[in-house]
């Protein structure tokens, strides 16, 4: 019988789908990741929500388009593009921001125009 490793023993649960990564989450980190995915899918129905790298995205034709990410103090969101978070960095001052991601908190209300813009920009970008 082969011995685990301390980082085997580690290890995240995998999550099959978007709702068993929601159970997984505290009532206010689920309800904001919910309603950042379900905003995003009513202004572009052509997209496709699945758990990809262990987090909800959201793909175009297997592209990545958009992921959320849930951890202990706050929530992330990732226009899986650095490109697209340079050209919004002036209207993400309010978070604190990375190369490809930023911030948000657990109980954020969404912020429906840049979310929408930077999906635009996004898929803009595939395109």
């Known amino acids: 019988m082969k011995a ?4 085997q023993g580690c290890q995240a649960p995998r999550f099959p789908s978007i709702a068993d990564y929601l159970a997984a989450q505290d009532p206010v980190k689920a309800r904001t990741i ?8 009513a202004e572009f129905p052509e997209l496709e929500a699945k758990i990809s790298w262990n987090v909800p995205t959201l793909h175009r034709n297997g592209k990545y388009v958009a992921g959320l990410a849930a951890y202990k103090n706050h ?3 990732a226009p899986w593009s650095p490109h697209v978070m340079a050209a919004f960095q002036p ?5 604190v921001r990375f190369k490809n991601c930023f911030q948000i908190p657990v109980d954020w209300e969404p912020d429906r125009e840049l979310l929408i813009a930077m999906v635009r920009a996004r898929l803009a970008e595939l395109a």
């Not at 685990?4 to 980082?7: D, I, L, P």
């Not at 919910?34 to 899918?41: D, G, K, N, Y």
């Not at 209207?91 to 978070?95: K, S």
């Open 75 to 77: 929530l992330t969101f």
């Open 4 to 7: 685990k490793t301390a980082r």
């Open 34 to 41: 919910q309603a950042v995915v379900a905003l995003i899918l």
């Open 91 to 95: 209207r993400l001052t309010r978070f």
